[in-house]
């Protein structure tokens, strides 16, 4: 029988300490706000299941972090910032229990200029955007839970997404501007990372600091036309959306060519995909129509083109691209799950091609087309038919032995996850600085040796 986790000793004492931040120890409510979508992964799944924080703690400025941090430090309670948990790694689940701490109420927007804007971590992305498109600009990335996620969550647990065809990842050099931080020590303080130094907070899962303001260059808001165009194979949408990529007078924002039966279970969109057919889902800018459309030729039949919108009543395309791919065929089949793959530049379609054959009844082929490190690639989130664990992990290996970078999703720590397998260096020695006691987020940075309590 497994014991049930006991509530830190001292966690009377530090909710006393918060004096009016909000507090929930409502153990359903905090064991749910615990979770995020490491589900996906059975490996995950079965680790962290019954996984929670003892108590939530919700502040709303950056004073009121301050203060969370100073008790936790005190009685040395571990804390682990979250904002929408739509991560998939369980990113935003405690391990030792402790502090939940939901950044959600961080939305202020302090400024907009000059092409950037600093906000709150806490902020919903969808919701930013709505903000800035009367300035006619937009972020220039967002993951497929845009209309959940936070701009904070994003940067602490994300690396990529719809706009990555042409911006990269957020570790591209210019993505993220600067982080403010709050130390998590008896006396803690903030420090304002610019530049290169901001990565240090950049998919880190928290554990670098506490993430109270951002800056983010921002975008032309362009006007969005999103489609579906059907191809006859997956190689087919895969060598258009690999043309597509290339095409740099062509403004876009997201190209994923996704094989059949994937499409089948695309709900609301299913009667634009074609029985057995493969499809590419696109967003290009309304002004650049013609020239894809003169690109395309007779290759493949548009099903499907509208206005792109994050208003409800109707799912965005993007919502059936990147993680998204996975979750609607989760729906209706919890018998598979996904990788992370990255393709080599300079044969991405063999390779891809490769992959597919090597794997004709496990793996069923999703890839978005992406700028990384100044080439034009394909990033992957194939969804793979699991059967066991040392099957799931033979198969990465041979990715890997035919030159596909994995990142491997079915692990919960930094090092792991990591397509190098291993934590930044940097990372390493500023969580030593803001977190030397090693209470944000522990167990997720498995290279990070705490300080001895005095």
């Given at each position: 029988?497994t014991?049930?986790?006991?509530?830190h000793?001292?966690?009377?004492a530090?909710?006393?300490?918060?004096?009016?931040?909000?507090?929930?120890t409502?153990?359903a409510?905090v064991r749910k706000?615990?979770?995020d979508?490491?589900?996906?992964?059975?490996?995950?799944?079965?680790?962290l299941?019954?996984?929670?924080?003892?108590?939530?703690v919700?502040?709303?400025?950056?004073?009121?972090?301050?203060?969370v941090a100073?008790?936790c430090a005190?009685?040395g309670?571990?804390i682990t910032?979250?904002?929408a948990?739509?991560?998939?790694?369980?990113?935003?689940?405690p391990?030792?229990g402790g502090v939940?701490l939901d950044?959600?109420?961080?939305?202020?927007?302090?400024?907009?200029?000059?092409?950037?804007?600093r906000?709150?971590p806490?902020?919903?992305m969808?919701?930013l955007?709505?903000?800035?498109?009367?300035?006619?600009?937009?972020?220039?990335?967002?993951?497929?839970?845009k209309r959940?996620a936070?701009?904070?969550?994003?940067?602490?647990?994300?690396?990529g997404?719809i706009?990555?065809i042409?911006?990269?990842?957020l570790?591209e050099?210019?993505n993220?501007r600067?982080?403010?931080?709050?130390?998590v020590e008896p006396?803690p303080?903030?420090?304002?990372l610019?530049g290169?130094?901001?990565?240090k907070?950049?998919r880190?899962?928290?554990t670098t600091?506490?993430?109270?303001?951002?800056?983010m260059?921002?975008a032309p808001?362009?006007?969005?036309?999103?489609m579906?165009?059907a191809?006859?194979?997956?190689a087919?949408a895969?060598?258009?959306?690999h043309?597509a990529?290339l095409?740099?007078?062509?403004?876009?924002k997201l190209?994923?060519?996704i094989?059949w039966?994937l499409?089948?279970?695309?709900?609301?969109v299913?009667p634009?995909?074609?029985e057995?057919r493969a499809?590419?889902i696109?967003m290009v800018a309304?002004?650049?129509?013609?020239?894809?459309?003169?690109?395309l030729g007779g290759?493949?039949?548009?099903?499907l083109?509208r206005p792109?919108?994050?208003?409800?009543?109707q799912?965005?395309?993007?919502?059936?691209?990147?993680?998204h791919?996975?979750?609607?065929?989760?729906?209706?089949?919890r018998?598979?799950?996904?990788?992370?793959?990255?393709f080599p530049h300079d044969?991405?379609?063999?390779s891809?091609?490769?992959?597919?054959?090597m794997?004709?009844?496990?793996?069923l082929?999703?890839?978005?087309f992406?700028?990384?490190g100044?080439r034009?690639?394909?990033s992957?989130?194939?969804v793979?038919?699991?059967?066991?664990p040392?099957?799931?992990?033979a198969?990465m290996?041979?990715h890997?032995?035919?030159?596909?970078m994995?990142?491997?999703?079915?692990?919960?720590t930094?090092?792991?996850?990591s397509?190098h397998?291993r934590?930044d260096a940097?990372?390493?020695g500023?969580?030593?600085?803001?977190?030397?006691?090693g209470?944000?987020?522990?167990g997720?940075m498995r290279?990070f040796?705490?300080a001895?309590?005095?």
């Open positions: 029988m014991a049930i986790p006991q509530p000793p001292k966690l009377g530090l909710i006393d300490a918060l004096g009016d931040v909000p507090v929930v409502e153990a409510t706000r615990s979770r979508f490491f589900w996906y992964s059975p490996i995950l799944n079965a680790q299941h019954g996984k929670s924080a003892d108590v939530l919700s502040p709303r400025t950056e004073a009121e972090v301050m203060r100073a008790a005190r009685f309670v571990p910032p979250r904002g948990a739509t991560g998939n790694y369980g990113q935003a689940v391990l030792h939940l950044l959600s109420g961080l939305t202020e927007v302090e400024w907009v200029r000059g092409g950037v804007v906000c709150g806490g902020l919903v969808s919701e955007d709505a903000m800035l498109a009367p300035q006619g600009l937009e972020q220039r990335l967002h993951p497929s839970t959940r936070t701009v904070g969550g994003f940067v602490a647990g994300g690396s997404g706009g990555s042409t911006y990269g990842g570790r050099p210019g993220i600067a982080a403010r931080i709050v130390t006396e303080h903030a420090i304002e610019r290169d130094a901001a990565q907070v950049n880190a899962y928290g600091g506490i993430i109270t303001a951002l800056e260059p921002l808001a362009w006007p969005w036309v999103e579906i165009v191809f006859d194979t997956f087919g895969m060598a258009f959306g043309a990529a095409a740099d007078g062509i403004v876009k190209i994923a060519p094989a039966p499409p089948s279970f695309f709900a609301e299913r634009f995909c074609p057995g499809v590419l696109v309304e002004a650049s129509v013609e020239s894809f459309k003169a690109l290759d493949g039949d548009i099903t083109e792109a919108s994050d208003a409800p009543g799912t965005p395309l993007y919502e059936y691209t990147w993680n791919t996975t979750l609607q065929m989760l729906k209706a089949d018998g598979v799950t996904y990788l992370q793959c990255l044969r991405v379609l063999e891809v091609g490769e992959m597919c054959a794997f004709p009844e496990e793996l082929g999703h890839c978005e992406i700028r990384f100044g034009v690639t394909a992957a989130l194939p793979i038919r699991f059967s066991t040392e099957r799931l992990d198969i290996a041979l890997e032995a035919h030159g596909v994995i990142a491997n999703p079915h692990v919960m930094l090092e792991d996850g397509r397998k934590a940097d990372q390493i500023f969580k030593r600085e803001v977190d030397p006691m209470l944000l987020n522990p997720k290279s040796v705490p001895p309590r005095a």
